[in-house]
């Protein structure tokens, strides 16, 4: 629904998607001693996926048919992905010391064509375009993790992680319309060297209260390029804190404070400005100028027994990007553009929830329930980006569940199952029903043959939807989209020689990034 005029639009899209991706993996470790081992990991997987869309679109104008359109997409990929790690490490149990040396390459590549057809009413081709890439994407990187006691129940891991990327988005392409032809090379390029340092440190007093400082820093320096020229360069430092402080009351109730903040960098295509025809009628394109987005989380958790636990938590932020929309008139013809924009406005986040793990049956059948409520104040965020029609206090219910046996009949048959349901609001979309997803799984173990077999089945009972309204400044832009998508998955495991399980002690193990939306 689009405000200038009260027009409508109304597409009806369907999408086939097909794939073959076979996979090799491999780890290795070879013990030098009782404190040192090396070892290697080398993963290769190949895709081969062909997909398909068509849709119709219509308009309206005062609920008179102004015109209708029909498109087809069909679009061709190979992609390969090669990653190897290279790692060392150096455990001193006695004195609990781990050191953790990594390096490694990662590649991967993916080529492919595009065909995008557009008819009138008629069954008239009235534009046709053609589009050819070959991505291929660089990564080097080396980490540095140390851990090591700190004097009376106290330790300290520091470490520092240095990423480096290459790359690279050429589209070759073809366009007509209406016996007018072009034909054009874009060639988009993203280089970036991540660097950070990062240190915790943890400590526990009078046996009651437990601590743990956080402090990370990143640094990162990155370039775009759009057909050989720069087009922006950025370089900037971040400070990411976090601080953990929980108390035992007694041994059956606890309660534990939480901070954190995050920050969430745009995906390296999302800078792409170069526009392609999406599967739905609209077409796509990224946006350079985009930001990053920094948040902040409070939370408190209560718990009791072990067993049951109360949890607050409260997020905000003063920016973030999400998609936008826009009409333009090229070569003829109203176009309407989706593109990732930045938002500014305050958004605050209030989450409650209460939660249950526990076991039964000889601690065979392990029950994990959750169950939440949030409330989301998007009043400045609405007013300050000119969103009118979007709601500016939502809420929602949502919940999951885990379900796990163990040695069922002592056959070495375990089953699992995950189901969950929610209503995801984020940003300037708003879901508009309760979208259900289910897993259900079972595994035979065979202990002298070191085999597994699993078998693994997905939304067999429901097949999983979702109904969202996004608002914009031009309009607003209902989504309802219902997947296909259920299926088995079977696999089989067999392993080979000295199944040690590695021992870790980490508390804070992610280094890679500041957080997520």
């Keep these: 629904m689009y405000y200038k ?12 998607y097909t794939g073959k991706n076979p996979s090799f993996s491999s780890t290795s470790e070879f013990e030098l001693n009782d404190k040192n081992n090396i070892g290697l990991v080398v993963e290769y997987f190949r895709g081969n996926r062909t997909s398909e869309s068509n849709s119709f679109e219509s308009n309206y104008l005062n609920d008179v048919l102004l015109n209708s ?11 390969n992905n090669l990653g190897t790690n290279l790692f060392y490490k150096y455990y001193d149990k006695e004195k609990n010391k781990i050191l953790d040396v990594n390096l490694g390459i990662n590649y991967d590549s993916e080529k492919g064509t595009t065909d995008f057809t ?27 993790d140390y851990t090591s006691p700190l004097g009376k129940d106290g330790s300290l891991e520091v470490g520092g992680k240095a ?11 073809f366009t007509k319309i209406d016996n007018n032809e072009s034909a054009n090379v874009n060639q988009f390029q993203y280089t970036e060297n991540l660097n950070s340092l990062y240190a915790n440190f943890s400590k526990k007093f009078f046996e009651k209260l437990e601590t743990r400082i956080g402090l990370r820093y990143e640094y990162i320096d990155y370039k775009i390029h759009q057909n050989g020229t720069e087009t922006r360069r950025e370089s900037y430092g971040t400070l990411l804190p976090n601080l953990l402080v929980k108390y035992a009351f007694t041994p ?37 100028n985009l930001l990053p987005n920094p948040s902040d989380r409070i939370g408190l958790k209560f718990g009791i027994y072990k067993k049951y636990f109360l949890s607050a938590r409260y997020t905000f932020t003063d920016q973030d990007y999400w998609t936008s929309y826009t009409q333009e008139i090229q070569e003829d013809q109203v176009k309407t553009i989706s593109f990732p924009d930045n938002f500014k406005g305050k958004v605050e ?42 709601t500016n206090y939502l809420n929602f219910f949502s919940g999951s569940t885990n379900l796990s046996y163990t040695n069922l009949f002592n056959k070495n048959i375990n089953l699992s199952a995950w189901m969950s349901i929610d209503n995801q609001n984020y940003g300037n979309s708003v ?75 980490k508390t804070d193990v992610e280094k890679n990034s500041g957080g997520s939306k």
């Design 163 to 173: 990423n480096f990327d290459n790359n690279v988005i050429p589209n070759n392409y």
């Design 252 to 288: 059956n109730y606890d309660l534990s404070l939480t901070y954190n903040h995050n920050l969430w960098r745009p995906w390296y295509s999302e800078f792409n400005d170069f526009e392609m025809p999406g599967n739905n009628g609209f077409f796509y394109r990224g946006n350079v």
């Design 349 to 390: 986040k209030f989450y409650l929830s209460a939660s249950t793990n526990q076991n039964f049956i000889k601690n065979k059948l392990n029950v994990n329930l959750s169950l939440g409520w949030s409330y989301t104040d998007n009043s400045d965020f609405n007013i300050r980006n000119g969103l009118k029609a979007a």
């Design 118 to 144: 557009r008819k009138n009413a008629l069954d008239e081709v009235t534009e046709l375009r053609n589009f050819a890439n070959y991505n291929q994407n660089r990564n080097y990187f080396v980490k540095v």
């Design 431 to 505: 879901a508009n029903q309760y979208n259900f997803f289910h897993n259900i799984s079972v595994t035979k173990i065979f202990p002298v043959l070191q085999i597994e077999t699993s078998l693994q089945l997905m939304n067999i009972f429901k097949r999983p939807s979702m109904n969202t309204t996004t608002f914009s400044q031009i309009g607003s832009f209902q989504n309802t989209q219902k997947w296909d998508w259920y299926g088995f998955s079977l696999t089989f495991v067999k392993r080979f020689g000295n199944q040690k399980v590695k021992e870790n002690t």
């Design 5 to 16: 005029d009260n027009s409508l639009q109304l597409i009806d899209a369907e999408s086939a």
């Design 69 to 79: 359109f029909s498109q087809d997409n069909l679009g061709r990929t190979n992609s």
